[in-house]
């Protein structure tokens, strides 16, 4: 499973991750590192199946980086499955349509 398990974001909806986000996985959680707030959220698996919660976030405000840090939230809010590649290597956060929406690498 996911669980345990700490991530680097890659890729938000093909565009390269600039602000060292990140991602970590509990029995039933999400959070991390977005472009400028840490984030939190539930997370359920099964199976392949990934649902992803409203997501919370803590309230600073960096001026150049909110536009970043609502695409990876909006993106987080449309993950339907999770598909391994590369070994495991790589994580696919994917959508109900199969679009890889966030691409994440081991941290």
Sequence with gaps: GLAGSQWRIVEIEGQTARHEETAEFTADKISGKAACNRYFGGATLDGTKLRIGA?????????????????????????????????????????????????????
């Design 55 to 107: 997501i919370g976030a803590t309230r600073m405000f960096c001026a150049d980086r909110m536009e970043a840090e609502q695409r990876l939230f909006a993106a987080l809010g449309k993950v339907a499955q999770v598909a391994r590649e590369d070994a495991g290597q790589r994580l696919r956060l994917i959508d109900a349509e199969g679009r890889v929406l966030v691409l994440l690498a081991p941290k």
